[in-house]
T-cell receptor, first 115, second 115 residues
Framework: AQSVTQLGSHVSVSEGALVLLRCNYSSSVPPYLFWYVQYPNQGLQLLLKYTSAATLVKGINGFEAEFKKSETSFHLTKPSAHMSDAAEYFCAVSKNPGGYNKLIFGAGTRLAVHP | DGGITQSPKYLFRKEGQNVTLSCEQNLNHDAMYWYRQDPGQGLRLIYYSQIVNDFQKGDIAEGYSVSREKKESFPLTVTSAQKNPTAFYLC??????????????FGEGSRLTVL
């Protein structure tokens, strides 16, 4: 069965510092993986997705993630944090790639950015 | 603009009352979903529908009901049988079919508070 674990429910960084949000997955089949961002009282917005093409995936707002099969990881990074990056981030794995999509979400990581 | 519209954004309910949350999409997506979000627990799937007049239970369907009479609409009813209905509810949709990467598109959410 597919599952997702996000390490760290809260992460705090200084403006301009590296952002690293960790995600590990388990899947019995090659997975499709996603990172979503959620601002307060809003829906989720797709940041980026891995669909078995390039292992380094670039997304919106300067974020990127690297799929590492040997480590079953899909960590999200951004070289330099901005105040506007403060939000909650969710990693998700697809339970049925190629068909209808039932995503399994991690518990989320809340990112705080301080001056 | 294409997207998903959820209403109402905020809703208050007395214990014992049923309440219906609206979800409308104009993306021409076949599949639609309802998720429940609680702090620290990520998103949990309530119900999903792949086509009109068909829907399946997700992981936490007890106390909820849905209908899918039109492709564009997927309302969720929170019944009095739901023991802890206070939560943030998110509706989503996706393209259905093989070869699709299966990303979900989300609405802005509805926050239900039981008094």
């Amino acid at each position: 069965a597919q599952s997702v674990t996000q390490l760290g429910s809260h992460v705090s960084v200084s403006e301009g510092a590296l952002v690293l949000l960790r995600c590990n997955y388990s899947s019995s089949v090659p997975p499709y993986l996603f990172w979503y961002v959620q601002y307060p009282n809003q829906g989720l917005q797709l940041l980026l997705k891995y669909t078995s093409a390039a292992t380094l995936v670039k997304g919106i707002n300067g974020f990127e993630a690297e799929f590492k099969k040997s480590e079953t990881s899909f960590h999200l990074t951004k070289p330099s944090a901005h105040m506007s990056d403060a939000a909650e981030y969710f990693c998700a794995v697809s339970k049925n790639p190629g068909g209808y999509n039932k995503l399994i979400f991690g518990a989320g990581t809340r990112l705080a950015v301080h001056p | 603009d294409g997207g998903i519209t959820q209403s109402p954004k905020y809703l208050f309910r007395k214990e014992g009352q049923n309440v219906t949350l609206s979800c409308e999409q104009n993306l021409n997506h076949d599949a639609m979903y309802w998720y429940r979000q609680d702090p620290g627990q990520g998103l949990r799937l309530i119900y999903y529908s792949q086509i009109v007049n068909d829907f399946q239970k997700g992981d936490i369907a007890e106390g909820y009901s849905v209908s899918r009479e039109k492709k564009e609409s997927f309302p969720l009813t929170v019944t009095s049988a739901q023991k802890n209905p206070t939560a943030f509810y998110l509706c989503a949709s996706s393209i259905r079919g093989t070869g699709m990467t299966g990303e979900l598109f989300f609405g802005e959410g509805s926050r239900l508070t039981v008094l």
